[in-house]
Nanobody, 130 residues
């Protein structure tokens, strides 16, 4: 079992920045992928960034490329993933979710679709005002 706890959401004005954090605990072994998804009211959940454990392999959706950065802290006993969000726009307003899939062994991160990820955090709201 894996537990994910997000933090860092809030309200900012257009052009502002926020950092989201996702602390993972539990049975994270044998390679895993962590991702950030977001869901705005009335829209489908969108995978916006992924990162493979113990590697620099990342993925970004076109909607956030160049503005958002996903990173991880692999310090001992810490599995935390961050999402640094810059140049925020009102279209970025959504509930942001951290997600994980484990036991990848040598495989890369899967496609950033919700059904590919097993564990989910509770979500954190990001609101960008114009």
């Amino acid at each position: 079992q894996v537990q994910l706890v997000e933090s860092g959401g809030g309200s900012v004005q257009t052009g502002g920045s926020l950092r989201l954090s996702c602390a993972a605990s539990g049975n994270i072994y044998s390679g895993y992928c962590m991702a950030w998804f977001r869901q705005a009211p009335g829209k489908e959940r969108e995978g916006i960034a992924t990162i493979r454990s113990r590697s620099s392999n990342t993925y970004y959706a076109d909607s956030v490329k160049g503005r958002f950065t996903i990173s991880q802290d692999n310090a001992k006993n810490t599995n935390t993933v961050y999402l640094d969000m810059n140049s925020l726009k009102p279209d970025d307003t959504a509930m942001y979710y951290c997600a994980a899939v484990v036991n990848l062994w040598g495989r890369p991160c899967p496609s950033p679709r919700p059904e590919e990820f097993t564990y989910w955090g509770q979500g954190t709201q990001v609101t960008v005002s114009s």
